[in-house]
């Protein structure tokens, strides 16, 4: 799935929605995304990682958990992917790490001071590598240096994550081959400076993702150094100890990390296992101590009842992503914009996630998600998605003739909607299709695809509506917005507007945050409520399953974990 | 069939030329000689007849084909939906005579009765088909090989094998991309390596036979070698043929059912009893009925293909025979 | 019989050849690309990345450059999962399928053999039609359903046997039993079938006639002759247990070659594809190959080097 693919980042919200009842009682209609705090009683992990004194440490601190896929390296530098990030966020300490609230906290780096584009980052002198090396300014500058270089085999895919770096751009298209041009220096051992290009608001979350990541300096000119255990030298929690391909990853405590006192966990297992109904059995029967989201997934068909039965376990929280259908606004009939507002409006949102999706997911009406930063609040908070547009099937019928009459249709052309193969996608579409057909009287075909041929098809423009999903790359409605942008990477919906090009732009120079805060309302406002480009169908959540005995387990605002302090209690 | 060579015919050790010339057999007689093959159906039949657990199996067959066609229709006439129609306010309702789901309904409320059904009508035209074409292509391929042996059969052989090794999923796929995916597309992708077990089946078999007496009696006798195929060596093979091919009708609908494991199988809202299954599987404990009826229903046609293949196995073999 | 085997041996690179060359073509005329992805990387990043796994270049170019690698036993590396080689990930997860599948192949012979031999030789009596049911169940249930009951009734109720996982013996017992159904079924049926012929051929009347003791009948002609399509059989079966079934090592998380393979597929990872294809390929033959051969011993009369028949 899409989401797994994710970048997760920095700082946070937590919107936790609690059980669905709880999501559809308290919003009553289309905004979920205020009720923040945990809507579930605080039994969970994510609200407990202060411990109250009282419990007990379980003797055995080897925690269980399962991933549905491997993750493909454990090269940071190279990651790119929600399996990579859990495991590199164990074994590497960036320059800050997240707390559950999104604030940094101090990483490799104890302090540091922002000047407009320019951060000092003053690093600690306890910091060592798990062969005893100090970790040095030196080894962050060696660390992106290599992300950047354009002679890196193979290509970093995320290496445009250091693009907010001054001249970083340039240096990795080979423009400038000087890297004392790029603005990371090392001003003595324990002193990194970087300079933006221009004030980036979410650049110092940045620095705990992956990406960012330090690396030892012994792994120059050796390609294949992530691929062999005993040349993985880290300077996180833990080590990586044991990796049977295909089977388990076994991460060990490190002794030398310098906060090794607060780290409470001696090991972590994981099982490679990519079915979510042996993934919950496994968890059920006490093999696992966590299922579901980021790492796995919980079976839909199971979470109403798992909701009776594991009321103190299951975790339901938002991820600050979207899930959408678009629009191929140059294939008829979807080149006219009435239709495709017709389309959207003709749906019951509320009725999918209640029936279909049933993880407690919010229905969507725009498309920058809840738990995205606004100007003082959430974005979401601050431009109701509810001002953009509602649901009505009567109108949706007089937008539909209309937008016939318009474009001379006696009936519509055949219409196709396109899905990537799963057993979630399917049940959307058919239930979509279905709405679509009661309230508009018009027959969709849905087809599903395999993963790379639906990409191709849907990047290519050969399709009229497709499902799609999009997940948060930094805390800021740019991550959403900028995509809509003519002729944008991942504008697959072919959509071209000037006055939006120029919203966007604007908003990516000022230094003037209300103004941009300003520009991004406007620009949702042309994307969905005049053009509705796109369908948003709901707000993607996140559903775990935790034992009442693990604990400090953290959730980002992205729904990505950090295993790092937690701790398993006595039963 | 008392004029079965293998009765009539002394050792071949015993055999001289002259024997043969001496009763002066040309090609028309030998026809007539073997004229029983007629009667021979017949009293395969009449043996069929008498097997009560293979006459049950057809029956049930028979029964499952017709409710296949005719329940979705007439109950969807009755109520008024269709196996895609979604009531999302009955989602996994379970199974009730005083409701108008008799089997429940699935997770998005549709009426498991005309779903099983209609999933039945996709799963026996998915398995007889491809077990037809397997059986076909298969029968033919296999005789060959086995029968002319040497060059022909490591030539021939090589290309199945080669086929049989080239992955199945890219070929599906492709298949899928270049074709319009429809259930002719899948049936397709199923019989374009499955017929090469039976070849070698066939293979095996006839390789085994060609060297036996009668064979070796009918081609002194002058028969040529379609005739030998066609009727020494492949009715005597029908033995395995028919096992094969009774297990091919499962496998087929198994490998549909694959296919829908990995997102290939046939386009939803259509569903096949495999996919149904499938789609099951994930809530089976809280949801028992969705898996349960599919799965009799596909445990009953495949009991009942196989049960009848043995009866029709034990019923056309001319060896069997007391 | 080297002459034999050396024939045989040239016909497998040459087969090796084909295979190669159809799935190499194949696989790139399927739409998509390793760098296929929601998220598109910039364009140059991209372009770079075709570069250095040389997918910029024409198709029959990156063909010979593939074959002339493969000629000297290099497989390349993996597009998707960093930096790994090809052969390191086949033989990692090989190992896995192998222990499963060797254990399954034992068991599904010896079971299904003398099922189907006991079956064959009390012919439509109580211990046949026990021994066909079981052979029908077998085949009658779906293998993914067999695998969910049993890991429903003896991992989840009756904690017996673990879930999931592949750490030890106890781990080896529910997926070999839901991998050796349908193969036990199908073989027991087989020999069931091709025993009662051999029971009614003239050889074993003339055997019986003679005064041969019924041991000596059964060890001798009966189940020589009997087991011979079981032998066809067992070539293919052979590959197919041991390269993985895909569905039981996902339902009981054993990370074998069979998910690596679909996975592989799924993210267009064109060089493990590759690989793992002509590690299938050879497997295969290699099975082809000693059935072959078990013909021979079995059956004397298949002659090595055929003549001109016919």
């Given amino acids: 799935m899409k989401k797994n693919k994710s970048l997760l980042l920095l700082l946070t919200l937590v919107l936790a929605v609690g059980t669905l009842l709880a999501a559809c009682g308290s919003n009553g209609g289309n905004n979920g995304a205020a009720n923040g705090g945990a809507a579930n009683g605080g039994n969970n992990t994510a609200t407990d990682s202060g411990n109250s004194g009282e419990e007990k440490l379980a003797a055995d601190q080897t925690l269980r958990i399962n991933m549905s896929a491997e993750p493909p390296t454990f090269d940071p530098g190279q990651a790119q992917d929600s399996q990579a990030n859990t495991v590199l966020n164990l074994m590497y300490d960036g320059l800050t790490r997240m707390d559950e609230s999104g604030q940094s906290l101090p990483g490799a780096a104890e302090s540091w001071e922002i000047d407009g584009a320019k951060y000092t980052f003053h690093l600690r002198q306890d910091g060592v590598w798990s062969n005893g090396d100090p970790v040095t300014a030196n080894d962050f500058v060696f660390a992106w240096e290599r992300v950047l270089n354009p002679n890196t085999t193979p290509a970093p895919p995320y290496s ?69 255990q005993s040349k993985m030298i880290v300077n996180g929690e833990f080590t990586l100890t044991s990796w049977i391909k295909g089977q388990t990853i076994e991460l060990t405590k490190s002794e030398s990390y310098w906060d090794k006192d607060n780290i409470k966990l001696n090991k972590i297992n994981m099982s490679i296992v990519n079915s979510s109904a042996t993934e919950l059995a496994s968890y059920q029967n006490g093999e696992l101590d966590r299922a579901g989201h980021p790492n796995g997934e919980i079976p839909t068909d199971q979470i109403p009842i798992l909701k009776d039965q594991l009321k103190d376990e299951l975790q339901i929280k938002g991820t600050a992503s979207t899930y959408y259908y678009e629009f191929n606004v140059t294939a008829a009939p979807f080149d006219n914009a009435k239709i495709r507002k017709a389309f959207s409006m003709a749906i019951d949102r509320q009725l999918i996630v209640d029936k279909v999706t049933l993880g407690g997911q919010i229905p969507a009406f725009g498309f920058v998600p809840p738990g995205i930063k606004g100007l003082n609040d959430e974005f979401r908070t601050e431009s109701k998605d509810s001002e953009l547009f509602g649901e009505n099937v009567e109108e949706a019928k007089k937008l539909l003739e209309e937008g016939m009459q318009e474009e001379g249709y006696t009936t519509l052309p055949a219409i196709t909607l396109i899905y990537n193969s799963s057993e979630a996608h399917k049940k959307i579409a058919l239930a979509i299709t279905d709405m679509w057909k009661n309230n508009l009287g018009v027959d969709v075909k849905t087809e599903n695809q395999e993963w790379a041929v639906f990409l191709e098809n849907r990047q290519s423009g050969n ?7 999009w997940v948060a790359d930094y805390n800021d409605p740019m991550t959403f917005l900028d995509m809509w942008v003519t002729d944008g990477g991942n504008n697959d919906a072919f959509f071209s507007n000037a006055e939006y090009d120029k919203l966007i732009q604007e908003a990516k120079t000022s230094e003037d945050l209300a103004k941009r805060q300003e520009n991004f309302v406007k620009a949702e406002q042309i994307l969905i409520r005049d053009e509705q480009v796109l369908m948003p169908v709901y707000y993607y959540t996140s559903v775990s399953a935790t034992k009442p005995n693990l604990k400090g387990a953290v959730l980002d605002y992205s729904g990505a974990i950090d295993y790092s302090r937690a701790y398993l209690t006595e039963k | 069939m008392d004029t079965n060579p293998i009765k009539v015919m002394p050792s071949p050790a015993d055999l001289r030329p002259e024997d043969f010339r001496k009763i002066g057999t040309d090609e028309k007689e030998a026809e007539v000689i073997q004229r029983e093959s007629i009667s021979a159906w017949r009293d395969a039949w009449q043996r069929l007849r008498e097997n009560k657990l293979a006459m049950t199996a057809l029956l049930i067959l028979i029964v499952i084909t017709i409710t296949a066609w005719v329940a979705p229709w007439l109950v969807g006439k009755i109520y008024g939906y269709n196996y895609y129609t979604n009531d999302l306010l009955n989602t996994n309702a379970p199974p009730s005579f005083s409701s108008t789901h008799w089997f429940g309904t699935d997770d998005l409320g549709r009426d498991m009765f005309i779903r099983t059904w209609t999933g039945a009508q996709i799963s026996l035209i998915v398995g007889l088909a491809a077990a037809c074409i397997d059986l076909l292509i298969g029968v033919i391929y296999g005789g060959i090989m ?92 029908v033995g395995p043929i028919i096992v094969t091919v009774t297990l091919s009708v499962p496998n087929a609908i198994f490998a549909e059912a694959f296919l829908s494991f990995l997102g290939l199988g046939v386009q939803a809202p259509v569903a096949s009893l495999g996919s149904m299954i499938n789609d099951a599987l994930t809530g089976w404990l809280y949801y028992p009925w969705r898996m349960l009826f599919p799965a009799i229903l596909i445990s009953l046609i495949m009991l009942a293909f196989n049960i009848f293949g043995d009866g029709l196995r034990d019923a056309l073999d001319p060896k069997l025979k007391k | 019989m080297v002459r034999y085997i050396a024939n045989k ?119 046949d039609n026990i021994a066909m049911v079981v052979a029908v169940l077998g085949i009658a249930v779906p293998s993914f359903v067999i695998a969910s009951l049993l890991q429903y009734v003896f991992a989840s109720k009756l904690h017996w046997l673990p879930t999931m996982g592949f750490k030890g013996p106890l781990y080896y017992v529910l997926p070999v039993a839901a991998l050796t159904a349908q193969p036990i079924a199908f073989i027991a049926r087989l020999t069931r079938s091709s025993m009662l012929e051999v029971l009614h051929a003239d050889y074993i009347k003339t055997a019986k006639a003679k005064g041969l003791g019924w041991m000596a009948i059964l060890s001798r002609h009966v189940i020589r002759n009997g087991i011979m399509p079981v032998i066809t059989y067992v070539g293919p079966m052979t590959a197919n247990i041991v390269t993985g079934s895909v569905v039981i090592e996902q339902i009981f998380g054993i990370g074998g070659i069979g998910k690596q393979f679909v996975q592989a597929i799924g993210g267009r990872d064109y060089p493990v594809i590759m690989g793992i294809t002509i590690f299938y390929g050879i497997l295969l033959m290699l099975a082809r190959f000693i059935t072959d051969i078990a013909y021979v011993f079995v059956d004397p009369r298949i002659k090595l080097t055929k003549g001109k028949e016919g």
């Avoid at chain 3, 690309?33 to 990345?49: G, H, N, Y």
């Avoid at chain 3, 930096?83 to 222990?99: G, H, M, P, R, Y």
């Fill in chain 1, 463 to 469: 399709y009229q509506v497709a499902r799609a999903g």
């Fill in chain 1, 160 to 228: 445009y994550q250091l693009y907010y770096i001054k001249n970083a751009e340039q240096y990795n298209g080979g423009e400038i081959t000087d890297f004392s041009q790029v603005g990371v220096k090392a001003v003595d051992d324990y002193t990194l400076e970087v300079e933006l290009v221009t004030p980036t608001p979410y650049f110092l979350g940045l620095t705990s993702f992956y990406t960012f990541f330090p690396v030892h300096q012994s792994v120059k000119d050796d390609e294949k150094w992530a691929v062999d």
């Fill in chain 2, 146 to 237: 086995g029968y002319f042996g040497g060059r022909v059969d490591e030539i021939m052989n090589k290309f199945s094998e080669i086929l049989y090794s080239i992955p199945y999923l890219l070929v599906t796929i492709l298949l899928l991309v270049v074709l319009e995916p429809s259930l002719g597309t899948i049936i397709l992708a199923l019989t374009i390596t499955g017929w090469i077990n039976m070849s070698w089946i066939v293979r095996g078999e006839i390789m085994q036979l060609k060297n036996r007496e009668f064979v070796l009696a009918s081609r002194s006798m002058g028969a040529g070698s379609g005739r030998l195929l066609f009727r020494h060596l492949l009715p005597n093979a």
């Fill in chain 3, 9 to 127: 041996f040239f016909f497998m690179l040459v087969s090796l050849f084909i295979l190669i060359s159809a799935t190499f073509f194949l696989m790139k005329a399927i739409p998509g690309d390793p760098f296929t992805s929601e998220k598109k990387v910039p364009a140059a990043i991209q372009e770079r990345l075709y570069e250095q796994y040389g997918l910029d270049k024409p198709v029959y170019q990156q063909y010979f450059k593939y074959l002339g690698d493969v000629v000297q036993g290099d497989l390349g590396i993996s597009m998707k999962l960093i930096n790994q080689d090809v052969s390191d990930i086949i033989s990692q997860t090989f190992s896995a399928s192998l222990k499963l599948g060797s254990v399954a192949i034992v068991v599904a012979i010896v079971v299904g053999v003398l099922l189907g031999m006991l079956a064959a030789l009390y012919h439509r009596k109580l211990i």
